[in-house]
């Protein structure tokens, strides 16, 4: 285990993080990572049994490790907005939060969306078609969701630019780009532009309503319990945030794993039908959600490790997702893999609920992509990957056409 950097951001297991995850699976599946102050699971079993352990909390949002006392005071705020996430609550709370959003985020709201999904792929893959080249995580990856949400919630079309660089800043922290300087300045600047810009738009759809999320979510109830204003706009933060930046990676780094298994994607190219199966195991072979955070609530025994109370617990969908005991081949793109029992939404009560629509996006976006594109190419020689240990993404991604 010595032979295994401490750092998680250390450049080539930013690049490949499997290899680095595969070592301690094999070694020590519950591993203690003193850099990161914490514990690492990488077995599909440990993992999936913590995100349904009731024994580990999902609130943990607090200052990272050596932050300074004047900078915890700063960020005091951000932490306020931030709490009031559903992902980052436990029950009751989290429980009241999703009854709620269930109540405005339906399956027949998400299939309501899908012919503008199709319609606004088919427009940029059009002004696409004008150029050699493009950087898809620029160009398409990226402006499809946040067009998206963006009409889901019901923001102007002309503000769809302020929301994506306000959803971009924000990952640096919620991500942990810890690298990265000034990233809580940057972030705690663009999450209150944000909801300043929301407590606008929330005020003028309770005089107002229309036929949008935001509407919804000030109009939910359940026997009389209501989401507060400043709830509303939390979690109006969070679907931004959730709703962009996951399905910008989901299609970049499905092009990518295509490319990466030729034979793969000629036999989806002949039966485009296997678009379902393809996603789901894009999301096992390379997901956007690399890891999740939990936080031990009392002292526990994980195998022969005791964990105690206030530990940090990284759950690792990158590296369940690839366990040979669990899948087939587990290093290899298989469209068709059925069972795919993957965590790429994690388990339990926190199990994503933008699922149906990310897959829905993940569905259009790729196939029509490959329809339109059929022969691109990448230059392998250029990728880097966002120095982030929550999620896996691209910086850019450079196609030939």
């Given amino acids: 285990m010595k032979t295994l950097p401490e750092n998680l951001l250390e450049p080539h297991v930013v690049h490949d993080p499997y290899s680095y995850y595969d070592k301690l699976r094999k070694d020590e599946p519950v591993y203690w990572n003193s850099q990161w102050d914490g514990w ?3 077995s ?39 709490s009031n996430w559903m992902v980052f609550n436990d029950p009751p709370k989290h429980t009241r939060l999703r009854m709620l959003m269930n109540k405005a985020f339906t399956p027949k709201a998400v299939k309501k969306l899908v012919p503008q999904i199709e319609d ?7 002004d696409m078609r004008k150029h050699y080249t493009c950087n898809v995580l620029r160009d398409f990856a990226s402006i499809l969701p946040i067009i998206v949400i963006s009409e889901l919630l019901g923001v102007p079309k002309e503000d769809r630019d302020k929301i994506k660089k306000w959803s971009d800043d924000l ?5 942990g780009a810890v690298e990265v300087k000034e990233r ?11 909801v300043d810009y929301l407590k606008d738009i929330v ?3 309770r005089q107002d309503p229309k036929d949008d999320l935001i509407t919804a979510l000030v109009q939910a109830s359940e026997d009389g319990n209501k989401l507060s204003d400043e709830e509303v706009i939390s979690t109006c933060t969070l679907l931004v945030f959730g709703g962009h930046e996951t399905t910008t990676n989901l299609i970049a780094n499905g092009l990518l794993a295509l490319y990466n298994h030729p034979d793969e994607l000629e036999a989806l190219k002949e039966k485009p039908e296997l678009i379902t199966t393809a996603v789901d195991e894009i999301l096992r ?6 890891a999740m955070v939990r936080v031990a609530k009392e002292d526990l025994l994980l195998r022969d490790k005791e964990i105690k109370a206030g530990h940090k617990i990284l759950l690792v969908q990158a590296a369940a997702n690839r366990d040979p005991d669990v899948f087939d081949e587990p290093h290899r793109l298989k469209i068709d893999r059925t069972p795919n029992l993957h965590l790429g939404f994690g388990r339990g009560i926190h199990y994503c609920l933008g699922a149906p629509l990310a897959l829905q996006e993940g569905r259009i976006a790729i196939s029509k992509f490959i329809e339109s594109f059929p022969n691109y190419s990448i230059d392998l020689s250029e990728l880097q990957w966002q120095p982030t240990i929550i999620n896996r993404g691209l910086k850019e991604l450079n196609i030939t056409l």
């Fill in 40 to 42: 690492i699971l990488t």
């Fill in 44 to 82: 599909y079993e440990d993992v999936r049994s913590a995100f349904q352990d009731l024994r580990l909390s999902a609130e943990r949002v607090r200052p990272s490790k050596g932050m300074d006392t004047k900078k915890q005071n700063e960020m005091t705020s951000v932490y306020e907005i931030l």
């Fill in 120 to 126: 606004t792929t088919d427009f940029l893959l059009k």
């Fill in 171 to 175: 990952m640096l922290l919620v991500f």
């Fill in 184 to 194: 809580h300045a940057v972030a705690k600047q663009s999450l209150f532009e944000m």
């Fill in 203 to 205: 005020e003028k759809r």
């Fill in 285 to 290: 072979y390379d997901g956007p959600s690399k």
